[in-house]
Every structure is written in C-alpha cells, then in structure tokens.
C-alpha cells in the first residue's frame, strides 16, 4: 500500500507528460503575444510597492481583496475573476494531487506566466505549477493578475503536512501569522503580524473531504481535520491550504492524491456545476476560533455540523500572553504580548472573507488559565466582538 521513491517521483512526470500534451492543443504566437500585451499593460497600473508595518499590511491587503471583488461584475474579459488553485514540483503532496486533478476532463493550456511557472485552465479555475517551496511565492494573486489581466478571487495551495505523531491525514486550513512580532522570522513565510483573508471553503470543503476520504476508502486510516492558522505565502485574496500528511510514505500516496483531486472537482463545481462552500453573504454565523492545539479539537467539534461557517482557528501558541505581575497574591496590571493583536487582525480578515456575515468567537475555555480566560473576554467585550457557544453557529444551510 505504501508508496515509496519511485511512486512519490510518478505524479511530477504526469504533469509534464500532461503539460505537454495541453501545449501541443494550446493558443498560437498571437495568443501569446496577446498576453504579453495584458501583462505589460497590468504591470504599468500596478500598485506602489507596499509600506512596511503590520496593520498598514493588513489594511492595503484587505482593501486590495475588496478592490477585486468589486470588479467581479465589471463585465469586461479584462477584469474576469478566476479561482487560482497552486501547486509545486518540489513536494509529492501537492503535485500528486495536482497530477490526479489535470487528468480530470477540460483542462486546456493556461496563458504563459513569466518565472518558469506553467498554468492550466478549466473553466474560471486556473491551476498554477511552479518549483519552489509552497510557503516561498509571495503574492501570487496579485502577479497572476498583472501577467494574465485575470483577477483573482481565491487561491488554494495544494501542499505536504508534517506531524510528531506520523499519522496519515487530510487536512485544510486558514493562513497567517498574526502572532509574530515585527522583529521576529516567520519560520515558513507570511509576514509578522499578518493574517490572510480566510476562505470561505473551508468549513465545507472539511465536510466535503470527510465524505470523499470515507469513499475513497481512506478512513480510518487517514485522519481528516483542521488544522490552526499558520505560515504563509502572503496572499491578498481568500486563502486556504489543502494537505496530505504527515510523512514521505504517505505525502507520494496515489489514493490520497486521488481524494484530494476529487475534493478539488466536486468542491469548485466542475463535477456538476455545483460548487461548494460559495459564500452569498446571507448573514450567517462565522465561527473565528480562539484557544486549543494546533488541530482545533473543540472548534472542529462545531464546524463538522452542516452549515458551520468557519474563519480563523487561533491556537495557543498564536495567542502569546504576558502573566500580569501579582500584587498580594492578585494579578495588577495589562496582559502583555501579542495576543491582542492577534486576534484583532484575525477577526478583521474573517469579517473581509464573510461580507455580510456576523463574526463570532469561540472559545476553548479549558485550554486557558483562568487570568487568560478573563483578559481575552475582556477585550473581545471591549472590540464588541459577540462570543457564542457551539448551538450559536448552527444554521440550515451550508
């Protein structure tokens, strides 16, 4: 069952003998000059560079989101919204599934992208290969825009996990790392302090992949979970990560590929037209996790019922907390750290990812002592952020 070197290498030359074939049916040299046009003429519009500093971050990113989603009925070929799925030949996890998903029917070649990086098209879904580490390619929303004319309006990054327990998983989650302070390295890129607009896929796409995994036979074999926000790429635009995990025996594995690619399929709509977890804005409930571990045990508890919507899930260690200094025994004084910030830009970039949604935290109330507990109530009072209980978030649609 488990595939080792020459099975984890087979999924990177079904791409290329695929690429190949795409490009033998592709657009001529007046295609590719048309694009080159697109592009040098998007690249003379392109914003400013970006100042430096975390909310100013945040607030030009998510004003960039809000910017191409206003333009989604715009009307003109120019301004047409795609949904950018990302992939790299350095990691069998995400190029297997990339593999499995081009073999599926409609793909034709996507329009030339400088750096080396290739591109296929079905539909408004435009799958993206390039070589370097997932996390290491900035801004791939915004340079696909200025290269091709098309904007952007979600990006799906196909990629291994890594887990100390080694067991098999499927696993999807939100992005960022609102924790960090600006002095500090994120240890898999992101920028301190930021945090990517979540999409609003996940929670369904997590109950889409349950299904898909127990019929492709994979469970209980292989986990499926959550897991908590973190690393990057920096992205503008609604962001998830889709992952197999958490070894090399199961990162190359065919069958986790396959289920991964079919969660890609029906989930985006190109099986029947249906797509799944499309945010309309109808006002629902949006849960933005707050304490726990890393895979969100009590938060997923919620987001497994039907029509749980879910944003930002922040762990502990997303949470860094400050002991006040204790005066006779009782704590005096502000919690110190990054906490608060955290969860300000997480609450924020949720609330961009859900327009028209109403944003409220969950908290894992056994995973806080309980000073921390009554700093973190405090200050989501102070932010009039509504905490609910699990019964808040459920709905009847999904």
């Known amino acids: 069952m488990c595939l080792h070197g020459q099975a984890a290498g087979a ?8 690429a190949e074939e795409l490009r033998g049916r592709g657009a001529g040299a007046s295609g590719i000059e048309r694009a080159g046009r697109v592009a040098a003429a998007a690249a003379a519009a392109a914003p400013s560079q970006e100042q430096k500093g975390d909310s100013h971050c945040f607030k030009i990113r998510s004003s ?13 070929e120019s301004e047409k919204m795609v949904l950018l799925v990302v992939a790299t030949a350095s990691d069998p996890a995400s190029i297997g599934p990339a593999a499995a998903f081009l073999a599926m029917p409609g793909w034709s070649p996507g329009p030339p992208i400088p750096e080396g990086m290739e591109s296929f098209t079905n539909g408004n879904v435009r799958l993206l290969k390039h070589e370097r580490s997932i996390v290491a390619e900035d801004d791939l929303d915004r340079r696909w825009q200025e290269a091709t004319g098309e904007a952007v309006s979600e990006v799906i990054f196909l990629s291994k996990h890594t887990a100390v327990s080694n067991r098999p998983a499927l696993t999807v989650h939100p992005i960022g790392v609102p924790h960090l302070r600006e002095d500090e390295t994120p240890p898999q890129g992101g920028r301190p302090g930021w945090a990517a607009v979540p999409d609003p896929r996940i929670g369904p796409w997590f109950r889409l992949m349950q299904k898909v995994a127990a019929d492709q036979g994979l469970v209980p074999e292989f986990e499926i979970t959550l897991e908590a926000t ?17 070894t090399q025996e199961y990162w190359g594995r065919q069958d986790a590929a396959q289920a991964i690619a079919l969660v890609l399929w029906k989930g985006l709509g190109l099986e029947e037209g249906n797509a799944v977890g499309t945010w309309l804005g109808s006002g629902e409930k949006v849960l933005l996790g707050i304490g726990g571990g890393h895979y969100a045990p009590r938060h997923m508890d919620i987001v497994i019922k039907d029509g749980v919507w879910v944003g930002h899930l922040l762990s502990g260690y997303s949470l860094p907390m400050d002991a006040p200094p204790q005066v006779n025994g009782k704590s005096s004084g502000e919690v110190g750290g990054m906490w608060m910030h955290s969860i300000k830009v997480s609450y924020e970039a949720t609330k961009a990812g859900f327009p028209g949604g109403e944003v409220i935290a969950h908290l894992d109330q056994k995973s806080f002592k309980g000073w921390q507990k009554n700093a973190i109530t405090s200050y989501l ?3 009039n952020i509504r905490i609910g209980k699990p019964n808040d978030f459920l709905c009847t649609n999904t």
């Open 230 to 246: 973190h690393h990057g790429p920096l992205t503008s635009t609604p962001t998830m990560f889709v992952e197999v995990g958490s």
């Open 381 to 383: 009072q102070e932010q």
């Open 64 to 76: 960039s989101f809000e910017a191409a989603r206003s333009r989604a009925g715009g009307g003109g």
């Open 11 to 18: 999924p990177r030359s079904v791409v290329v003998d695929r």
